[in-house]
């Protein structure tokens, strides 16, 4: 069966007046919200009247403070259900986006950490291992060669030693 498209106009009027129903939804609502407040604080809090006496003001001040801590009480016990609730919420949202299999990961950030700090980091405290790698590696000493071949000296020696057969024979052997 074909399905015939809904005209603009029509579509449109149909919106506004699903936004017309749900703005009087919205205002009952708040107006309920209102007389329950008002409701709540006429139970709650009487009219205060203030006594003549030092002692039965006093009295009053002790009174009033016993409830105002009993409703920051209430206060932090709601604020700690808030957040418990929220994460579970939260933790719910990951286990749905877990199952679906779609998820962005996000971007890993750079960190500048040393190498002793990162083996603290994976092993914990327990496991105390420096690795200060530069005094870990091995010292070479340079051994300072002094060359023989190139003294300065009498150059007619040199020559004297190089004439003939074995001072050629010397010239290759030095060389090589």
């Known amino acids: 069966m074909l399905r015939k498209k809904m005209s603009t106009s029509r579509r449109n009027q149909l919106k506004s007046l699903l936004l017309q129903i749900g703005e009087a939804m919205l205002e009952e609502e708040e107006r309920e919200a209102e007389k329950e407040k008002m409701k709540y604080m006429e139970e709650s809090c009487q009219a205060l009247s203030v006594p003549g006496c030092m002692q039965e003001l006093q009295e009053l001040c002790r009174k009033l403070h016993k409830q105002i801590d009993l409703v920051d009480e209430e206060r932090y016990d709601m604020e700690l259900k808030v957040t418990k609730s929220n994460k579970e919420i939260n933790d719910l949202k990951l286990m749905v986006q877990d199952l679906k299999g779609k998820f962005k990961k996000p971007a890993l950030k750079k960190v500048r950490m040393s190498a002793d700090a990162m083996l603290a980091a994976l092993l914990g405290s327990k496991h105390k291992v420096s ?3 530069r005094g870990n590696l091995k010292q070479v ?16 020696k040199n020559i004297k030693d190089k004439a003939g057969m074995d001072g050629r024979k ?7």
Do not use: H, I, N, S
């Open 131 to 133: 690795m200060d790698l």
């Open 141 to 156: 000493k340079k051994e300072v060669k002094e060359e023989v071949g190139k003294q300065t000296g009498d150059w007619r």
């Open 170 to 176: 010397k010239m290759f052997e030095t060389d090589a």
